[in-house]
């Protein structure tokens, strides 16, 4: 509920994504007048296409559960782990490395295609206003003009490039990475938790795989297993164009297993698609773009989420840090009590959380898209015979500020794998 002294502000937001509804219904619970735009419908995106593989961390997870919006989290999968393999280069399909490390607690992927319309009844539930209409300049002036503060959080979509590139924060600038999903049933398990399972082929890419809930039929819901090819571009995971159907992008997912990684194509042989849907393939320029956006008018749009910080999927942190800034902004929104949302209030609410959080998850994401360093290759070896070096990396993704501390060079590297080998000796 709104407290006393701060009166409901009106606000809008652009986009009905992970960042937009969490952020939304979060404001509409403490007493705040919140419209949101966006351009698909609940039913457009209950029977489009995947969007994502969207694994959500626990403490992101917990921002959900603390804001009343885990409504799958009785019946999604939980994954307990990371799992980290990696082939040795003779091509013989044996593994150089593995290891496998619990997570403090679970994580869980509910498929957007579920989550997002499942959100848009609980945001109109709970008092907001949601317009279905595809948002240009002249639809953010009308609502400029109408509302205290408009956040756009257009996710990926073409409008978000009206927010300028930050040259300083984005140092990666074309993609790194040829990305395709493939939504799974019939994966068989491993013998240890469920695990989302990176797999790590030098020079040609990663894949990575994992439980979930997923969509089925009109109204259903279903366990399914992600499957996350990331494939360095030119190489021989980058050749998605050739499949134009779904039975042609399943049989290449499943090529590329057995070539690559013949563990995971051991269990996934007889997968099939969870529907004709269950299949994505595109790239993504990691890029950090500036806060704030003037219209013509000079009334000023404020970004949030992907639309203004957009990493790599490579390490699973797009909708964890949708939901951190989401809850970054609601803190901020709420400290401002009756002030204005001006420009320099917005530069510094997303500075903060930038300099505080993001800047250190763009930098691990950034370094995993390059050649990995000598010293991350023992870090990763060293695993294999450390279970606390082991956790250590593995809970770096429930906040990858840790990683600052031994990732980026070799002496605390080295540091970190003398001490952690002395405690398993
Ligand atoms: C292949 C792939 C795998 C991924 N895997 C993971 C993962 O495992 N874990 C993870 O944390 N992240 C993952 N991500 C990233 C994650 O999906 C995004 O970071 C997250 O969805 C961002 O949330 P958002 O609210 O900012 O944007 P979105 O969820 O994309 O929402 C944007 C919204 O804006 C709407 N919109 C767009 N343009 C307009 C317009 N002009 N007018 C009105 N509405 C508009 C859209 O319809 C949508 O509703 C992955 C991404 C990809 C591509």
Not at 251 to 274: A, G, H, M
Not at 348 to 362: H, P, S
Not at 364 to 384: C, D, M, R, Y
């Amino acid at each position: 509920m709104n407290d006393i002294h701060t009166p409901a502000r009106h606000i809008a937001i652009v986009g009905a994504g992970q960042a937009g509804l969490l952020l939304g219904c979060a404001l509409l619970d403490r007493g705040h007048q919140v419209t949101i735009v966006t351009n698909r419908s609940a039913e457009e995106i209950r029977a489009g296409k995947v969007m994502s593989s969207q694994f959500i961390f626990d403490p992101a997870l917990q921002i959900e559960r603390d804001w009343g919006m885990n409504q799958w989290e009785a019946d999604c999968p939980k994954t307990a782990g990371i799992s980290v393999s990696i082939p040795t280069p003779d091509g013989t399909g044996n593994k150089a490395v593995h290891w496998h490390a619990r997570l403090d607690a679970y994580g869980q992927s509910v498929d957007q295609r579920v989550k997002m319309p499942g959100w848009m009844s609980e945001f109109t539930r709970r008092g907001g206003e949601l317009r279905i209409e595809n948002v240009g300049i002249p639809e953010l002036e009308s609502l400029a003009a109408q509302h205290e503060l408009v956040l756009l959080a257009g996710g990926k979509g073409e409008i978000v490039n009206l927010f300028g590139r930050n040259e300083a924060r984005s140092p990666v600038r074309q993609p790194m990475r040829q990305l395709a999903l493939s939504y799974v049933t019939g994966m068989k398990r491993h013998d240890y938790y469920e695990c989302v399972n990176f797999n790590l082929i030098p020079g040609v890419g990663e894949y990575f795989v994992f439980p979930a809930l997923t969509t089925k039929g009109e109204n259903g819901t279903q366990a399914c297993d992600i499957m996350v090819f990331e494939g360095v571009p030119g190489g021989p995971m980058d050749t998605w164009g050739e499949a134009t159907t779904p039975e042609q992008h399943l049989e290449k997912s499943l090529d590329i297993l057995k070539t690559f990684v013949p563990w995971e194509y051991e269990r996934s042989r007889d997968c099939q698609l969870t529907d004709a849907n269950g299949i994505l393939a595109g790239r993504i320029t990691p890029t950090v773009r500036n806060a704030v956006l003037t219209l013509p008018s000079g009334r000023k749009v404020m970004g949030l989420g992907d639309a203004i910080l957009v990493n790599d999927p490579i390490t699973g942190q797009g909708s964890n840090n949708a939901t951190k800034s989401a809850r970054h902004y609601l803190e901020a929104i709420l400290a401002r009590g009756a002030r204005a949302f001006d420009e320099s209030w917005m530069n510094a609410t997303f500075d903060a959380l930038y300099e505080g959080y993001a800047e250190k998850v763009v930098r691990w994401t950034n370094s995993l898209l390059f050649p990995p360093a000598e010293h991350v290759i023992k870090l990763l070896g060293a695993a294999q015979q450390a279970p606390g070096l082991a956790r250590r990396i593995a809970n770096g993704f429930n906040d990858p500020r840790d990683y600052a501390e031994y990732w980026f060079d070799a002496a605390s590297a080295e540091r970190l794998i003398d001490s952690e080998m002395k405690k398993a000796a």
